[in-house]
């Protein structure tokens, strides 16, 4: 499908403003029942990666991923060269393949200009389960993701 080769190491972005950051991802469901003082953490705790347009963020097969938050931009979830999904502003992914302990099972690829927040995958379960609310949204959005994913089959 022609997509470019990854370019190995995440590449950290210029860190806007703090307060700017915690501004933007309170509005984010999957932040929506946090403080302000659990924001502030969140932006110490994650890193913030910028990937260039068409760069992959994850690859299907591979280990390695981390959990992303998109910031801002847009990223394709496609499948064996097969765009299955669009994501944007306040979507997230790599989180299953970091539960499951598996390679992701589909590439990530930056639709244009792409600023997440990224936390490595070890790190996952103790923010999960030090964060309860953003483990209940998390699984929120997978429930309606699966249910799409019936309808679809049906």
Known sequence: MGLPPDRGAWHHAPVAGREELIDEIA???LFADLTSPQLERIV?????VAY???????RQG???SGFHVIVDGEATVVVDGNERARLGRGDFF???SILLGEAPIA???AARPLRCL????????TFLVDHPRVMYR??????????AANRWRS
Do not use: I, K, N, W
């Open 94 to 96: 790599g989180e299953v």
């Open 27 to 29: 509005g984010f469901g």
């Open 62 to 64: 591979l280990s390695g």
């Open 52 to 58: 260039g347009d068409g760069e992959r963020v994850l």
């Open 107 to 109: 590439d990530v690829v």
């Open 138 to 147: 998390m699984l929120q959005a997978q429930a309606r993701r699966l249910r």
């Open 44 to 48: 110490h705790t994650f890193d913030e």
């Open 118 to 125: 990224v936390l490595a995958g070890p790190a996952v379960e």
